[in-house]
């Protein structure tokens, strides 16, 4: 078999054998981040393929001041 049939997908980071995740990164207001694929990594928000912020998440850091209507909608539950 040719080595050129064998495609393999690696990223750069792979390829340098560096430290990185191919996860994403939920990177909360107070700079911390989290790896929603591995709960156990603890990598920089930078070094992860994808980095969200928790901001356009519903229930995360913001969620009490940026969201009322949601507040109020809780206070009227209970
Ligand atoms: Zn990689
Ligand atoms: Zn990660
Ligand atoms: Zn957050």
Excluded: K, N, Y
Aim: proline share 4%; charged share 25%; with cysteine.
């Amino acid at each position: 078999m040719p080595e050129s049939a064998v495609i393999i997908e690696a990223c750069a980071e792979c390829q340098q054998d560096l430290e990185h995740c191919h996860g994403t990164a939920i990177l909360h207001v107070d700079g911390a981040a989290d790896c929603s694929d591995d709960p156990d990594c603890r990598l920089t928000a930078e070094l992860h393929r994808f980095v969200i912020f928790c901001a356009e998440l519903d229930r995360c850091c913001d969620a009490a001041g940026a969201a009322p209507e949601l507040a109020a909608e809780q206070a009227a539950a209970s």
